[in-house]
């Protein structure tokens, strides 16, 4: 007797019935305060952020998303006054130990920041200095991440013939593309991105949302945004922050159409924020 | 209710354009008087001394004769002092506004050792020539060389280069240090590959400025014990040396009206001097410099 096989696809960024298989935890947040000074800015996080997917955060100015995503690469801490307690598991690591080296999570996690920020260096200097900085000479080596990393944010066919020019004479839009390819160029495993295209043009920033879905394939990705139409574009999960605290966290299309809380129900639908 | 009335500020305008008008003029009156100040000096000093400028003039030691009086002991003085001045001055300037820009926690000691940073910058030059006495050539019994008068002069100059230093490290947007960090970059990489590339062209301006000032100062040489009149040339950094301000210091006091010329025209080799050093810090700002 002849067994016939079915093959399904799922979709994952379409809700199912079926009970979603747990993805592994790239980053697990327990009981995470921190203290800017005497601001209480964030009050007792707990967040687990999946693997391959994007989660977006959103919330009203202040209330800690950047923050939060900022203490996740532990940039945070190049403010002076700023004091945290908690934990945060980086793929089962305490980030907060004193022997996991500040710069070795952030080669794991990259970011790209909300104004783009690349070096007033020519663009192959630009994507090459991660590699630089890790003890990498080789100029065909080098040769090779930089292609590759432009490639992965898909520009390179866009300055391939420009690798000498200077970074600052390209237009916003894809500064912060060169930004995201630098990013790559460290082979990280998460990205975060702080606002990554409130500063750009309607067309950047759909290119560059567009480049989100297809890195989600390989890496983590942790977006904060203001714009919640954003969030519900490009996110698997999203996380609502108000005054420090997770109000509400669950897949994107269940807190954007049938939120648990009234407080996101009213952040989505407008009413303040 | 409206506050500001319509036909009010109409009948003021005159009178505002007027003010206006007045401030901008005694601006450029002011700028004018400084320019002038400058032309009529360099007018001066290159009619007076530039008759006397020869080959013979840049290779002849000092003399009792006025035409065979040479400025070369000075010239090749002041040379090797600034040999010794410039690499000290800047490598403990550059290294003191590094780190207190980017190592130093801002705090109470912090800003102690920045108000006296600030303070000794204003510190007459007679003292720090008393400084280098007691320490380098007594106590350290450097004796009068090149030697104990650079390491004099880099201390005098020092306050400045480390203002200017800290200026230009601090004006690196934070924004290019996130990039930098945010890849797993160190503190020293990024000091060195990200920071002082853009800090050098306000570096090297700062340092300039001060080195200028070095190369004309004549108190401390004086109370350190820098001889006027040498009739060789320094061999190495313990021997002692003449400089130009000293040299032509000593010719303007000097009763013959020759000597006049004679120390107009180490004034115009002093003036090129210094162009050469500015013109070596414009070449190098302009290799570093990519603007904003």
């Known amino acids: 007797m002849n067994t016939a096989t079915i093959k399904t696809k799922i979709n994952t960024a379409q809700p199912t019935t079926v009970e979603q298989v747990e993805k592994e935890s790239v980053y697990s947040t327990r009981q995470l305060n921190l203290w800017y000074g005497n601001n209480h800015a964030l009050k007792n996080i707990d967040l687990e952020i999946g693997e391959n997917e994007v989660t977006a955060i959103i919330g009203p100015s202040g209330c800690g998303k950047s923050t939060y995503l900022k203490t996740l690469n532990r940039m945070v801490e190049l403010v002076p006054s700023v004091k945290t307690s908690g934990e945060i598991q980086y793929r089962g690591r305490n980030i907060f130990e004193s022997s996991y080296g500040v710069e070795e999570l952030r080669t794991r996690v990259g970011m790209v920041f909300q104004k783009p920020n690349p070096f007033p260096k020519s663009i192959y200097d630009n994507i090459a200095y991660g590699p630089r900085i890790h003890g990498i000479k080789n100029k065909?080596?080098?040769?090779?991440?930089?292609?590759?990393?432009?490639?992965?944010?898909?520009?390179w066919d866009e300055v391939k013939d420009r690798l000498n020019e200077n970074a600052y004479g390209i237009s916003g839009g894809q500064q912060q593309r060169i930004c995201i390819a630098r990013t790559l160029a460290i082979e990280p495993d998460v990205i975060l991105m702080d606002e990554p295209t409130s500063a750009l043009d309607p067309i950047s920033t759909l290119k560059i949302e567009e480049l989100v879905q297809e890195l989600k394939e390989q890496y983590s990705i942790i977006i904060v945004t203001h714009n919640m139409q954003q969030a519900a574009r490009i996110s698997d999960k999203t996380a609502f922050f108000l005054n420090g605290e997770v109000i509400e966290y669950d897949r994107t299309d269940t807190i954007f159409s049938n939120p648990a809380d009234k407080r996101t129900e009213d952040y989505i639908s407008g009413r303040f924020g | 209710m409206r506050y500001i009335e319509q036909e009010k500020v109409v009948r003021r305008m005159n009178g505002r354009m007027v003010v206006n008008r007045v401030f901008q003029g005694l601006f450029m009156f002011a700028t004018a008087l400084a320019l002038l100040a400058l032309v009529i000096l360099l007018y001066r000093i290159v009619s007076q001394g530039a008759g006397h400028l020869s080959l013979d003039f840049l290779t002849n030691f000092a003399s009792r004769f006025p035409d065979q009086a040479g400025i070369k002991a000075a010239l090749v003085g002041s040379i090797w002092l600034m040999a010794v001045v410039a690499p000290t001055s800047i490598l403990l300037g550059v290294g003191s506004a590094i780190y207190l820009e980017e190592y130093a926690i801002k705090g109470r000691i912090t800003t102690f050792i920045q108000m006296n940073i600030s303070n000794l910058a204003g510190v007459p030059s007679v003292v720090f020539g008393l400084l280098g006495l007691t320490i380098f050539v007594?106590?350290?019994?450097?004796?009068?060389?090149?030697?104990?008068?650079?390491?004099t002069m880099s201390l005098l100059i020092l306050p400045v280069i480390i203002v200017a230093a800290q200026e230009a490290i601090r004006s690196v947007p934070g924004e290019l240090r996130d990039a930098s960090y945010g890849m797993g970059a160190t503190k020293w990489q990024t000091i060195v590959r990200i920071i002082l590339p853009a800090a050098i062209p306000g570096i090297l301006t700062g340092s300039i400025l001060a080195?200028?000032?070095?190369?004309?100062?004549?108190?401390?040489?004086?109370?350190?014990?820098?001889?006027?009149?040498?009739?060789?040339?320094?061999?190495?950094?313990?021997?002692?040396?003449?400089?130009?301000?000293?040299?032509?210091?000593?010719?303007?006091?000097?009763?013959?009206?020759?000597?006049?010329?004679?120390?107009?025209?180490?004034?115009?080799?002093?003036?090129?001097?210094?162009?050469?050093?500015?013109?070596?810090?414009?070449?190098?700002?302009?290799?570093?410099?990519?603007?904003?």
């Open chain 1, 140 to 155: 065909k080596i080098l040769d090779e991440i930089v292609e590759k990393s432009l490639r992965g944010a898909a520009i």
């Open chain 2, 138 to 151: 007594r106590a350290l019994a450097l004796g009068n060389s090149i030697l104990a008068a650079g390491f």
């Open chain 2, 211 to 292: 080195l200028s000032r070095a190369i004309g100062e004549t108190a401390p040489l004086i109370v350190v014990g820098i001889p006027v009149i040498i009739q060789f040339l320094p061999e190495g950094v313990m021997d002692t040396f003449t400089a130009l301000p000293m040299q032509i210091y000593d010719w303007s006091s000097r009763p013959q009206a020759e000597f006049q010329t004679v120390a107009a025209a180490g004034i115009i080799v002093l003036m090129v001097v210094l162009l050469f050093m500015n013109s070596i810090a414009v070449f190098i700002r302009n290799k570093f410099d990519k603007s904003y």
